[in-house]
Structure formats: structure tokens, C-alpha cells
């Protein structure tokens, strides 16, 4: 154990070097040594033993590689016993005072009221038994292997944060391409616009242009035939006289017309909206970064007992204009980038809502959309059901370039009101059962069923470790908890819950429910046993709650229902 110590001292550590320049110490600076020449008994950094070399060129100088064959200087320090201080010093002494290695000088301006002052040698006696010196380099080990664990970490991070950079470049590009779209599509209907009107003034124009033609023509004609008419007597004359009268009766009522169209223009005035709107706006989207922690972390920071005191709540519109019904959101999830999908029961839509909770996308379903939940990536998978047409789907939704894309579907022969992803198994509720199923749509189990209701298995939720599932029975007012081969590990009741509705455990184990017909939403232990709080009530916004979500980036809890706002419960 002492040689393999004494070699790990000779490798040296990372972050301190064995041997400094000396011709850099005598300027004042502290850089690492990477020769050393046994004439001079000196040792030099890169940068100055080529200045040695050219003043001793028959001087022996040894690199890194004999660094076993290199001398100490007379005089000098060796870093590891150097006083950091007081660079030229060595330890020598220990403060037991202050617990300090000291030098001389050390001892002398600090610790001269001391009186726990040993010498080094006498209390090194024996270290090499200690058993903190013996299980050192292990430490030492165990601790260089979690700072590369770490660097590879971060170093993922970094290569994931690029692709995210990478992404995010598309969807702006994205949004350019949009955007260049709809000038395109104005530009175009602008300038048909603008075609459409000069044809019909080059039409007015023309016929202008006809009837002049006409006019002059039949002028003319008349004319010459009144004055061919000269020798036939008067009343061939008389008779062109009084048609020559209505020509230009009619020709002064046609020049009348015509003149009180000055002249034929057309006029452009841009909107300044545009332009306006444009300018006013710096980038394309808000950009916010975040920091993830990990489960322990959250933990740490939030047990699981903690009670999440709200400090306020905000309402935000998520109805369309093609909405053609009031809003009934049944599913709520987070992306990892922040964004939320939503489930529109009503209006049969999935819709995308931005940070700021603004619908940014959508997409319809072709029948009513139930519950959703995130698979992965981002992707989540939606509950579509109608029990008339037998039609009990799970349909895969991938967001992609802030697109709403179809991907896949499952089918069932029970209904699919509720899904729960966790590792590689989907979790399906029929209202009366809880199904498992692989991600491929293969049965796995029945994991429970009850069938004292019609909505004895309303909603699910599965704690982060997957051991816990809680789920609402809407029927009988109750939140059960089960462990992962379906045996009921608690059954909850209280005044506040009435027709539990939704539930989500979030990350750090905090579980937390809505009830539709008491209008609360609460939050309850981990054992699914006690209720720690009721967070919000009708007074605060609650209206027949249907899902609700907690997002860790935020630290709001997002609630959802039968009208067109989300209600978002700030943390205090």
C-alpha cells in the first residue's frame, strides 16, 4: 500500500505541479517544469529551456520521461512540501490551534499566540499505518472518477445543448419560411388586386376610346351627307339638319360623361401595421434557458412532505377562434422544452401552448380526445375514445418544428380514457380497469380492476421510481394507491374530495389531486394516506378541474376543465 501511495505521489496531482521553473520563480511567476539539467541543477518550462539550451549546449537536460532521474536542487523546495504562502519556505510546523501545515515564516506573523505548535516529523510518525493516509489514494481514485463522470456529463450536455441549438435554428427557420410564405401570399393578392383594377379602368379607357371613334365617325358621315345632299333641295337637307341636331345632342351628353372623369388613377397606401409590428419585434420567439435538476436534487430542495404554498394564480385563454364549442380540457403534459399539449374534448383539437401558456399550434382528432401523457422526447400519446363507434385508440403525436404530426396509433378492445407512460410499459385505464401494455400495443396484464362503479379507475398516476400508482375513483370518492403488481396499498377519502378527477405525482414524489364537483385542488402525501393541504377552491378559479400538471421548471401547478382558461397556481 506505501509504494503504491508513493508512486501516486510521484505522478502528481492534477491540479498542483511537482517542480517549477526556476528561472520563471525568480521573476515571480509559478509555472510547472518540464526539464531539468543536471549541471545546473535547475529545472525550466517549455518556454525557457530553449534559452538554457542555447547558452550550455553540451549541459545534460532530461524531460518528463526521466523524471525519476531528476535531482533536487539545492536549495529547492519540493512543491508538495512548499509553503503556498511563502513559496520559498518548506513546511516544517503544524497550528493544532487553527489545524494549518506551517512554515516558519507562517509561525511567525500567525501564529506567534499559538500554543498547539508541533513539528511536522514528530507528528508524522507512524503515517504510513494511519488508516486515512492508507485509503487515500483509493479516495483520490474513487474522486478523479467522479470528476471525469462529471466532464463526460457536462460533455454530453454540451453536444445536447448543440443539437437543441440545431433544432431550435429549424424551427425559427421554420418560422421565417412561414412568415415568407404569407408575405408571398399578400404580395400576391396585392398585386392581383392591383391587376384586377387597372384592367377594369384600361376597360373603361377603351370603351371611352370606342365611343369617341364612333362619334367622330358618325359626325363626319352625316356631314358629308347633308353637304352631298346641297342641289337635292331642302327637305333632304332638313332631314340631315335635325339627325345631325341629335348626333351632337348625343355626342355633347357621351363628352359630358367622359369629362367628368378627369383623369383614370390608381393609388397605393401600405399599411403601416406591418411594418410597425415587424419592427417592434427584436426575434422571432422568446428564448429562456433552464437548469433540470436531477431526483435527489429535487428531493433535497423539496421533500416530499413539503407543502406547496401558493402564492397567487393567473387564468389564460387557450380558446381558438375555430373553436366552435366552450373549452373542456381533459389532459395537460410538459415538454421538455417547457412547451404544453393540451387535450380540447369539445372541440375534438390537441393543442400546443408556448411557455406563456399561448396556443401556438394544433391538430384534430377524429374523435374525442382524452387524457395525454409524454412518452418521450417530444412525443406524447393521446386517449381517443367513442364507445358508440367502438373506437378506443392511443395515437402517438410527435412535435416537431412546432407541428402537431400523427405518428402512429394504437387500438383496444376496452376503452382508453387515461394513459400513464414508465420505462419501456404503457399504463391504460377503461374507467373500470387498469391495463399494462408494452409500447408496441402488446398486452402485458390486467394490473387491477373495480367494478363497483362505472368510474372506478378514472385517472393514473406513477410515482418517478415506477413503484407507486395512484389512481382517482371518480365513483366512490376515493384516491387509491397500489404498489406495481396492483395490490392496494391505501384507499383515501375526505370532505374535499369529491369526484377526484385528475392526479400527477410529480418527479420528487409529490402527489396531487383535482376533484370535479367540490371545485379544490389538493395535494397529498406519498403514501396516498394524508391530505397535506387543499391548495385552491372555487374562490381561486377552480371550476369542474379535469387534469392538472405540476411543471418543476416553473414551479406552477397547471389546472385544466370545463372552461376556456387554464388556471396556473403559482409556488410561494
Known amino acids: 500500500m506505501a509504494s503504491n501511495f508513493e508512486s501516486f505521489i510521484q505522478r502528481g496531482c492534477d491540479f498542483i505541479h511537482n517542480f517549477a521553473c526556476s528561472a520563471c520563480e525568480e521573476d515571480g511567476l509559478n509555472t510547472e517544469a518540464q526539464h531539468f539539467c543536471n549541471q545546473c541543477t535547475k529545472y525550466y518550462c517549455d518556454n525557457c529551456v530553449p534559452v538554457h539550451n542555447k547558452l550550455y549546449k553540451r549541459h545534460t537536460v532530461l524531460d518528463r520521461k526521466d523524471v525519476k532521474k531528476w535531482a533536487a536542487a539545492p536549495g529547492m523546495v519540493d512543491v508538495l512540501e512548499r509553503c503556498e504562502r511563502h513559496p520559498g519556505e518548506a513546511l516544517k510546523l503544524v497550528c493544532g490551534d487553527h489545524d494549518q501545515l506551517c512554515c516558519h515564516v507562517c509561525v511567525a506573523v500567525d501564529h506567534r499566540q499559538c500554543s498547539s505548535i508541533q513539528h511536522i516529523p514528530d507528528v508524522a510518525r507512524g503515517i504510513r499505518k494511519d488508516p486515512g493516509f492508507r485509503q487515500l489514494p483509493q479516495q483520490v481514485a474513487v474522486l478523479r472518477k467522479q470528476i471525469e463522470d462529471m466532464k463526460n456529463d457536462r460533455k454530453k450536455t454540451s453536444s445536447s445543448l448543440r443539437k437543441t441549438r440545431t433544432a431550435i435554428v429549424d424551427e425559427i427557420k421554420a418560422i421565417r419560411k412561414k412568415i415568407n410564405d404569407i408575405l408571398d401570399k399578400m404580395e400576391k393578392t396585392t398585386v392581383q388586386e392591383l391587376d384586377r383594377l387597372v384592367a377594369h379602368q384600361e376597360q373603361s379607357i377603351k370603351k371611352d376610346m370606342e365611343s369617341c371613334t364612333q362619334m367622330h365617325d358618325e359626325l363626319k358621315n352625316i356631314i358629308d351627307d347633308i353637304q352631298s345632299k346641297d342641289s337635292s333641295g331642302e327637305p333632304p337637307l332638313y332631314i340631315g339638319f335635325r339627325k345631325c341636331e341629335e348626333k351632337i345632342k348625343h355626342a355633347n351628353e357621351i363628352l359630358q360623361n367622359m369629362s367628368n372623369v378627369v383623369k383614370y388613377n390608381i393609388t397605393f397606401r401600405k399599411h403601416n401595421g406591418i411594418e410597425g409590428n415587424l419592427s417592434s ?243 397529498v402525501d406519498k403514501d396516498g394516506k394524508t391530505k397535506l393541504a387543499t391548495l385552491a377552491r372555487e374562490q381561486d378559479g377552480v371550476y369542474r378541474p379535469k387534469d392538472l400538471f405540476f411543471s418543476s421548471r416553473s414551479s406552477s401547478l397547471v389546472v385544466g376543465g370545463e372552461k376556456d382558461t387554464l388556471l396556473v397556481l403559482n409556488r410561494r
Open 281 to 523: 419585434m427584436e426575434t422571432f420567439g422568446e428564448l429562456n434557458e433552464s437548469t433540470v435538476f436531477d431526483k435527489q436534487q429535487l428531493i433535497s430542495l423539496f421533500p416530499r412532505d413539503h407543502v406547496f404554498g401558493t402564492k397567487g394564480y393567473k387564468e389564460y385563454n387557450v380558446k381558438m377562434s375555430s373553436d366552435k364549442d366552450k373549452c373542456d380540457i381533459e389532459g395537460i403534459c410538459e415538454l421538455p422544452g417547457g412547451e404544453f399539449v393540451i387535450t380540447d374534448f369539445t372541440n375534438m383539437k390537441v393543442k400546443l401552448l408556448d411557455q406563456e401558456y399561448r396556443v401556438v399550434e394544433h391538430c384534430d382528432v377524429p374523435e374525442y380526445p382524452f387524457d395525454v401523457c409524454h412518452v418521450g422526447g417530444n412525443e406524447v400519446a393521446v386517449c381517443v375514445n367513442n364507445n358508440k363507434k367502438k373506437r378506443h385508440e392511443l395515437h402517438f403525436i410527435n412535435i416537431t418544428k412546432g407541428k402537431l404530426v400523427t405518428t402512429r396509433k394504437l387500438s383496444f378492445t376496452h376503452e382508453c380514457k387515461s394513459a400513464a407512460h414508465h420505462g419501456n410499459n404503457l399504463y391504460i385505464s377503461s374507467h373500470t380497469a387498469l391495463y399494462v401494455y408494452t409500447m408496441t400495443g402488446q398486452l402485458v396484464k390486467k394490473l387491477y380492476e373495480d367494478k363497483s362503479g362505472d368510474y372506478t379507475v378514472r385517472r393514473i398516476a406513477i410515482s418517478n421510481e415506477g413503484k407507486t400508482i395512484y389512481i382517482t375513483n371518480y365513483s366512490n370518492d376515493q384516491l387509491i394507491t397500489l404498489d406495481n403488481l396492483g395490490n392496494k396499498l391505501a384507499t383515501f377519502t375526505d370532505p374535499d374530495l369529491l369526484r377526484p378527477y385528475g392526479v400527477h405525482a410529480t418527479t420528487a414524489g409529490h402527489v396531487f389531486v383535482c376533484c370535479f364537483i367540490s371545485n379544490t385542488v389538493m395535494q
